[in-house]
Each structure stands twice: as C-alpha cells, then as structure tokens.
C-alpha cells in the first residue's frame, strides 16, 4: 500500500517562494509518477504538474510554467514542488498523487494548505 506524506506548506506573500516535499513509502517509489493536484478554495481539483518514474518527462499546468519546478530524488524516495513568483490565485490545498504512468494517479496524500497573500 503507497503512503504518501506532504510537507512544507504555509502562508507566504506574494512574489515569494515555497518547497512541497512529498515521501513515498510502502512500495518501490522508482516504479510511480508522481505529481502534484492542488484545489482552491470552491474549486475543482486540477494538475499541476508531474513527472515521470525516471524524471526524464514533466508536464505542467499552464497557470503555473516557468514559475513552479518539479522534481524527485529516487534514492530519498521524494518528490518536490519548487514554486517560486507565488500568486494569491496560488492558494490551495495542494495534494501529492502517484501512479504507474502520469494519466493514472490512484494514490494520494492528505494534502499541504498553501496561502499566499496580496
């Protein structure tokens, strides 16, 4: 059974920086994508962004390209959310997922509150 752990939101201004951690455990973490779903406050939830097992392929949302990086360390098991240039419209909960391929996410986290402030 695929757990995954959140870290690292907060409330932060805006134009400021924030670093989402997410710890996999209970099976091979070499073998999921992994990504990042976040929902607004009275909104869906959506895709921010993903990577694949190797970390060769990422995709993002198109709200968040050139601000927001993502990234993994296989040998710590962990996936990262770098956002940088935050936005009050990036206030959310946002959610680590996991799956065998990026159109397939069945695991996921409890979620990390992240506020950004005007």
């Known amino acids: 059974q695929v757990q995954l752990v959140e870290s690292g939101g907060g409330l932060v201004q805006a134009g400021g920086s924030l670093r989402l951690s997410c710890v996999l455990s209970?099976?091979?973490?070499?073998?999921?994508?992994m990504g990042w779903f976040r929902q607004p406050p009275g909104k869906e939830r959506g895709l921010v962004a993903a990577i694949s097992w190797s970390g060769d392929s990422t995709r993002y949302a198109d709200s968040v390209k050139g601000r927001f990086t993502i990234s993994r360390d296989n040998a710590k098991t962990t996936v990262y959310l770098q956002m940088n240039s935050l936005k009050p419209e990036d206030t959310a909960v946002y959610y680590c997922?996991?799956?065998?391929?990026?159109?397939?996410?069945?695991?996921w986290g409890q979620g990390t509150q992240v506020t950004v402030s005007s």
């Open positions: 209970g099976r091979t973490f070499s073998n999921y994508a």
């Open positions: 997922v996991a799956g065998p391929n990026w159109f397939n996410f069945g695991s």
